[in-house]
Each structure stands twice: as C-alpha cells, then as structure tokens.
C-alpha cells in the first residue's frame, strides 16, 4: 500500500487540515502537530508549508522526556525554514517506543 504518491497525498491531506485548524485557533492559542511517521513530506515539509502560508505561526520548542533527534532542514532538492528544528524527531531504537514527529505551534495573533 505504500508508495511515494500516497505520502504525497497524505501531505496535501495534513496541509490542509492543518490551514483548518489554523483558522480555527484562536490568538495565542496553540496546536499539536504529530505523526506517526518519518517521512520528511508529512512532517517538516507540512509545517514549512504552514510556517510559509501563516506568518502568525510560530514554532516553540518543545521539551519531551524522550530522546528526541534533530528535525531535518532539507530533504532531497527541499530546504525548509530553519524553525522546523525546534520539533522532535523520536526513533523506536532510542526509546523503545514506535517512530513520532511532534512539533508546537502558537498563534502570534
């Protein structure tokens, strides 16, 4: 069932969920964003598309009691907004654990 179309697709799918949700916070407030994937299109590529379309979004660095790793700021012929290295990348082998992509977000505005 995987294939690079259906990660493309699912990366449309969370962008525009995400510009929803957006819409919906109020001032100041703040969103969770986080898959259950490592798939740089459905993580960091999500949050430089929200990151670029609504200035008002601001990435805040989240602290985890997990290991967390280094979000990436490119990935192929992309480079993303350097922010995204304020998410956490969490791997199965550092913390037993299945892999996540966390990343906080607050409305400025």
């Not at 999500?46 to 290991?67: A, C, G, H, S």
């Not at 350097?82 to 199965?92: A, F, G």
Request: charged share 30%; proline share 5%.
């Amino acid at each position: 069932m995987w294939s690079i179309q259906s990660v493309k697709n699912l990366s449309n799918i969370q962008k525009a969920l995400f510009a929803s949700a957006i819409d919906l916070l109020k001032p100041k407030g703040e969103i969770v964003y986080s898959t259950c994937t490592h798939s740089p299109e459905e993580n960091e590529e999500v949050l430089d598309f929200i990151l670029n379309k609504f200035p008002e979004m601001k990435i805040e660095t989240i602290n985890l009691p997990l290991k967390c790793r280094d979000s990436l700021t490119s990935w192929g012929d992309k480079h993303y907004i350097k922010d995204v290295e304020k998410s956490c990348r969490i791997y199965p082998q550092d913390n037993d654990t299945e892999g996540f992509f966390v990343s906080k977000l607050r409305k400025t505005k």
